[in-house]
């Protein structure tokens, strides 16, 4: 579905380098069992790499990746996501059986994190991704007035588009979903690969492990500790555009989700002139802002995804001011900017307690 800026598992190449944070053994390293699962979903990679088990979930893996594409990627014509974004008809509902319940989660949570940042995160976005080249179709002519119209078609508020889910003596029938105009679509690429990491290692859970790491297109979660008994360590790339890579810093997770997103990859120019790929819903244009990439960690890794996303919308003074003023609880947020062509960083307390900055930007 997405990512612009990669976070890499620190295995062999950072082995060497020291944690500020003291290792912690679970369980003797002696009786672990490192299984890794690697594989290609929603347009990326994705890595598992677990312990205590021998078993091989691959299968399973994969399973649980098909059925949430089915769902929810805009890349998968006979999608459910796409046959709502085809239906414009205003004087009736698309009704469908919601047996996943993926759809109608992504659609709670997301309209929640709409009304918490004030629109910055909204996935009614689709329109104006689409007008500005980044979605399906080829760049549209932009001007103001095609902005205008794109814009106008977005927003999570109910008289624009609603979810309904019926039930019947307390037993859930049937989802109705409600548009208030025609072109209304929408587009969870800003919060789907979390969400799907979550699924993944909400299954993981249920086979009875406990000790993991579970990667997918750069959203990471952790849970317990690697095979050395310690913190998983999650490296963030430099916000560099050259194509080489080279780490800035390394988190040390454990029990929790990391994601992180950023604009420096991912644009377009014309006659000089850069186009981010991050879309401020708000006004219709790309962001042009100073901060280059938004790293969050949460207890989950939708929440951490649609963050790093909001944070990106924002830029670096509102996404401090909305950190600040504890507009949401939990989160744990590392942003690298430019201030004046030299690269800077700002962090969270928390934050500072887990990561490792490698070297200077």
Same mark, same amino acid.
């Given at each position: 579905?997405?990512?612009?800026?990669?976070?890499?598992?620190?295995?062999?190449?950072?082995?060497?380098?020291?944690?500020?944070?003291?290792?912690?053994?679970?369980?003797?390293?002696?009786?672990?069992?490192?299984?890794?699962?690697?594989?290609?979903?929603?347009?990326?990679?994705?890595?598992?790499?677990?312990?205590?088990?021998?078993?091989?979930?691959?299968?399973?893996?994969?399973?649980?990746?098909?059925?949430?594409?089915?769902?929810?990627?805009?890349?998968?014509?006979?999608?459910?996501?796409?046959?709502?974004?085809?239906?414009?008809?205003?004087?009736?509902?698309?009704?469908?059986?919601?047996?996943?319940?993926?759809?109608?989660?992504?659609?709670?949570?997301?309209?929640?994190?709409?009304?918490?940042?004030?629109?910055?995160?909204?996935?009614?976005?689709?329109?104006?991704?689409?007008?500005?080249?980044?979605?399906?179709?080829?760049?549209?002519?932009?001007?103001?007035?095609?902005?205008?119209?794109?814009?106008?078609?977005?927003?999570?508020?109910?008289?624009?588009?609603?979810?309904?889910?019926?039930?019947?003596?307390?037993?859930?029938?049937?989802?109705?979903?409600?548009?208030?105009?025609?072109?209304?679509?929408?587009?969870?690429?800003?919060?789907?690969?979390?969400?799907?990491?979550?699924?993944?290692?909400?299954?993981?859970?249920?086979? #009875?492990?406990?000790? &993991?790491?579970?990667?997918?297109? *750069?959203? !990471?979660?952790?849970?317990?500790?690697? @095979?050395?008994? /310690?913190?998983?360590?999650?490296?963030?790339?430099?916000?560099?555009?050259?194509?080489?890579?080279?780490?800035?810093?390394?988190?040390?997770?454990?029990?929790?989700?990391?994601?992180?997103?950023?604009?420096?990859?991912?644009?377009?120019?014309?006659?000089?002139?850069?186009?981010?790929?991050?879309?401020?819903?708000?006004?219709?244009?790309?962001?042009?802002?100073?901060?280059?990439?938004?790293?969050?960690?949460?207890?989950?890794?939708?929440?951490?995804?649609?963050?790093?996303?909001?944070?990106?919308?924002?830029?670096?003074?509102?996404?401090?001011?909305?950190?600040?003023?504890?507009?949401?609880? #939990?989160?744990?947020? &590392?942003?690298?900017?430019?201030? *004046?062509? !030299?690269?800077?960083?700002?962090?969270? @307390?928390?934050? /500072?307690?887990?990561?490792?900055?490698?070297?200077?930007?």
């Amino acid at each position: 579905m997405k990512r612009v800026v990669f976070i890499f598992i620190a295995a062999v190449v950072l082995a060497a380098c020291g944690t500020s944070e003291p290792p912690v053994q679970e369980t003797p390293p002696s009786t672990f069992q490192n299984m890794v699962i690697t594989g290609e979903a929603q347009g990326t990679t994705y890595t598992i790499r677990y312990i205590e088990d021998t078993v091989d979930y691959k299968t399973q893996v994969d399973s649980i990746l098909l059925r949430i594409d089915q769902d929810l990627s805009t890349w998968v014509p006979s999608s459910l996501i796409n046959q709502i974004n085809a239906f414009d008809r205003t004087d009736t509902v698309f009704a469908f059986y919601d047996s996943t319940k993926y759809f109608s989660v992504m659609f709670d949570v997301s309209r929640e994190i709409w009304n918490k940042t004030d629109g910055a995160f909204d996935p009614t976005v689709y329109p104006l991704v689409d007008l500005w080249g980044f979605g399906l179709s080829n760049r549209g002519d932009v001007n103001d007035e095609a902005v205008m119209e794109a814009q106008s078609k977005v927003g999570m508020m109910e008289a624009n588009i609603d979810m309904i889910e019926l039930e019947e003596n307390y037993l859930y029938q049937t989802t109705w979903i409600r548009k208030g105009q025609e072109g209304v679509r929408l587009d969870f690429n800003a919060i789907a690969q979390g969400f799907s990491v979550d699924l993944i290692t909400e299954f993981l859970e249920e086979q #009875g492990v406990n000790n &993991y790491m579970v990667e997918l297109g *750069g959203e !990471v979660s952790c849970k317990g500790v690697n @095979a050395e008994g /310690n913190a998983w360590r999650i490296a963030i790339d430099k916000p560099k555009d050259d194509g080489e890579r080279e780490f800035q810093a390394i988190v040390n997770v454990r029990n929790k989700a990391v994601a992180t997103s950023g604009n420096y990859r991912k644009f377009y120019e014309v006659d000089g002139v850069r186009y981010s790929h991050t879309i401020d819903p708000r006004t219709g244009y790309p962001v042009t802002h100073s901060l280059l990439s938004a790293t969050v960690m949460a207890s989950d890794c939708a929440t951490a995804d649609a963050y790093a996303t909001s944070f990106m919308v924002m830029g670096k003074d509102d996404a401090i001011a909305f950190i600040e003023d504890g507009m949401v609880s #939990g989160l744990e947020v &590392y942003l690298i900017y430019d201030e *004046g062509g !030299v690269y800077k960083t700002w962090m969270t @307390a928390g934050m /500072n307690e887990v990561i490792e900055e490698l070297n200077d930007l």
